[in-house]
């Protein structure tokens, strides 16, 4: 895999103000109010993202770049992750939405400040322990986590009930369905990376795996596709569900995808940021959870892909024997390769129909593999071998463990920046509200 090359003061500062700008306009819209309600348990207020946001990047740029004193340090502990559940931060003190809205216009001013003071180091990723500041690392880190929280508020956005905020959405390419899979022959590959500048640590170091032979699905599964497994009775029989599983859909009630509805005759609508519009059946399925996905692969006599199948498939370059950054080389990715979102809300709010990008296709011919949904695989989340927590053990290290699945790929609201064939998102089994769908595969003896 290719390093890139070294960073601009210039470049890093359009990065951080692109994710400042889609913070903007996902909370500007809404009235106070909006703001501070918590629309459901699994999210924090919208409020309270808009102060984290500010609060990592004063801890990370203006304190531990720059140097700089603190400008309220009573609101480390309030915006801490991990100090206070989503469920609980509603009763915090938190910072109303115009002071909240101050406080990260101001630390805004430093951190542009610390920037053009920056000395960039032409080595673009700096080695766990180094000085951080160096490459640029710890800006295009700080930008990075603003884009992921854009896609948690869009999260928000799709649980909050009341009429439409967001903007519909801009048109996507026509789909091209398919309805199969393709080999992946056995060998060895490289997992991971030890030199994308922009990786977290549980994406490195690289390293080579042994993979056997599997088949993978061309297309993510789509609406139709998975309602027939609703339509079959999928939800109804245990005989698709691992104990976990049916425990939650027996439980909870759940017979469908959440946001689906019902009119008596076949999944038929859905709910999408305040409107209710035909199911599309050519999109792929999303807010799926892991133990949906993985009952519905066992309807199919299939399962669903390990991490390592799913990269192999999605970045490695058999003729080369090289990984590729992206499914289809090292070029950044285009609205023509793939549906990501832009700088704002995202580009059209919804996944894309199946077969919309072949020119997104990676070596082996599997399409769709970056942005549309997440992907959920068979893999628990854990370091690859010599994994070091870097730059904090918060971010990845404290969610190792059975309880996390991997999910790969990125969705339509997932940014470019974010979007990489060796980036690892993780969440529980459980998770529905999470804009993740899946693809299956199947082993081939070699």
Not at 1 to 27: F, H, I, K
Not at 133 to 139: D, E, I, K, S, V
Not at 418 to 442: K, L, M
Request: aromatic share 10%; glycine share 8%.
């Amino acid at each position: 895999m290719s390093t890139l090359a070294a960073p601009r003061v210039e470049d890093l500062a359009a990065q951080l103000d692109a994710a400042r700008g889609r913070t903007l306009a996902l909370t500007d819209r809404l009235d106070d109010r909006d703001l501070v309600v918590q629309h459901s348990a699994l999210m924090s207020p919208l409020v309270w993202d808009l102060a984290h946001v500010a609060n990592y990047e004063e801890l990370w740029l203006a304190r531990a770049a720059g140097g700089l004193e603190p400008l309220r340090p009573e609101l480390d502990d309030l915006y801490d992750a991990f100090a206070h559940p989503r469920r609980d931060r509603p009763a915090l003190p938190l910072l109303e939405p115009v002071a909240a809205r101050q406080y990260a216009a101001q630390v805004r001013v430093r951190t542009r400040d610390v920037l053009a003071a920056a000395d960039l180091d032409a080595e673009a990723m700096p080695a766990p322990g180094s000085d951080l500041a160096r490459a640029g690392y710890l800006y295009a880190m700080v930008s990075q986590h603003e884009q992921q929280h854009a896609e948690t508020m869009l999260a928000t956005h799709q649980l909050r009930s009341g009429p439409p905020v967001l903007d519909d959405g801009g048109a996507l390419p026509p789909g091209r369905p398919y309805d199969g899979d393709v080999l992946v022959p056995g060998g060895v590959c490289t997992l991971g990376t030890s030199t994308d500048p922009w990786s977290w640590d549980n994406e490195r170091p690289a390293h080579a795996v042994e993979v056997a032979s599997f088949r993978i699905d061309v297309l993510p599964v789509t609406n139709a596709q998975y309602a027939s497994f609703v339509a079959a009775g999928g939800y109804h029989d245990p005989a698709y569900w691992t104990k976990d599983g049916w425990a939650q859909v027996h439980g909870d009630g759940i017979t469908a995808p959440l946001f689906w509805s019902d009119d008596g005759a076949g999944w038929y609508a859905r709910r999408r940021f305040g409107r209710v519009e035909a199911l599309p059946p050519d999109e792929p399925v999303q807010h799926v959870g892991f133990h949906e996905a993985s009952a519905y692969a066992r309807w199919r006599g299939r399962r669903l892909p390990t991490e390592v199948e799913w990269e192999k498939a999605c970045g490695w370059d058999p003729s080369t024997r090289r990984a590729r950054r992206f499914p289809w080389g090292d070029e950044e990715p285009t609205p023509e390769r793939a549906n990501l979102s832009d700088d704002r809300t995202g580009a059209a709010l919804r996944p894309a129909p199946v077969g919309a990008y072949p020119a997104g296709a990676s070596a082996y011919g599997v399409q769709q593999l970056l942005g549309d949904v997440w992907e959920w695989t068979s893999t628990r989340f854990g370091g690859y071998p010599g994994f070091r927590a870097w730059p904090y053990r918060e971010y990845s290290q404290v969610f190792f463990g059975p309880e996390h699945r991997v999910l790969r790929g990125g969705s339509w609201a997932t940014h470019p920046s974010v979007a990489r064939t060796t980036f690892r998102n993780w969440d529980y089994p459980i998770r529905r509200q999470i804009f993740a769908g899946f693809r299956t595969a199947v082993s081939v003896p070699d």
